[in-house]
Nanobody, 124 residues
Framework: QVALVESGGGLVQAGGSLTLSCAVS????????MGWFRQAPGKEREFVSA????????FYVDSVKGRFTISRDNANNTVYLQMNSLKPEDTAVYFC?????????????????WGQGTQVTVSS
């Protein structure tokens, strides 16, 4: 019912910027939350940011607060993650996710749909 496709990953120098996009098929359910997670080699998938589709309320993990901005484009059914002041520790595969996690926005297992991932590499 819901399909997600990420794009925009690439190689960037530390301190640089990159914007990720997540295209959502069809019409996103108004009750859905859109989340961004990332996974580095040998590490578990971790929460980065989320936005409630209906209200636009946003949430961020402390480590990216002030550097990353999540947004949604209702007309184009697209979610973005603007990443500024990138650090080498931001290097990971970034995944877009959709679900109805309720208050548990930071838990990956509360999301039902996932994109294929896009690689972000930050050089030091």
């Amino acid at each position: 019912q819901v399909a997600l496709v990420e794009s925009g990953g690439g190689l960037v120098q530390a301190g640089g910027s990159l914007t990720l996009s997540c295209a959502v098929s069809g019409r996103t359910l108004i009750t859905y939350v859109m989340g961004w997670f990332r996974q580095a080699p040998g590490k578990e998938r971790e929460f980065v940011s989320a936005v409630r589709w209906s209200s636009g309320a946003t949430f961020y993990v402390d480590s990216v607060k002030g550097r990353f901005t999540i947004s949604r484009d209702n007309a184009n059914n697209t979610v973005y993650l603007q990443m500024n002041s990138l650090k080498p520790e931001d290097t990971a595969v970034y995944f877009c996710a959709a679900g109805r996690p309720g208050l548990f926005l930071t838990l990956a297992n509360k999301y039902d749909y996932w994109g294929q991932g896009t690689q972000v590499t930050v050089s030091s």
